[in-house]
């Protein structure tokens, strides 16, 4: 069994840890996404360079059952159309969400 990693230098990014999932032993670290791209802007790099850094060398690699997991924030337009979509399945099922819905 191997230990949860951290991405050297964006430590100040984790915001959690995840729950079980199947096929991962452990639980590893999750990283917000914006906050890491800022972490990298502060240390000198512009946003463009930042995110194509950590989608080829950080979310793009696999380091075994302990790589860390990021997320990112729905941009409003996002949350908007999730909100919509909730809205019209509640009245499609007399209020009732169920508890795993699909993502088109």
Do not use: H
Not at 23 to 37: A, H, N, P, S, T
Not at 46 to 59: G, I, R, S
């Amino acid at each position: 069994m191997c230990d949860k990693l951290i991405p050297d230098g964006l430590e100040e990014a984790i915001i959690g840890v995840t729950m079980y999932q199947p096929g991962r032993d452990l639980e590893v670290f999750v990283l917000d996404y914006q906050k890491c791209i800022d972490i990298l802007v502060r240390e000198g790099m512009d946003a463009q360079d930042a995110d194509e850094y950590l989608q080829f060398n950080t979310v793009g690699a696999w380091m075994g059952q302990g790589t860390p997991m990021y997320i990112r924030a729905l941009d409003d337009e996002e949350a908007v159309d999730i909100s919509e979509r909730i809205e019209l399945r509640k009245g499609a099922a007399g209020d009732q969400v169920p508890g795993m819905t699909p993502k088109d």
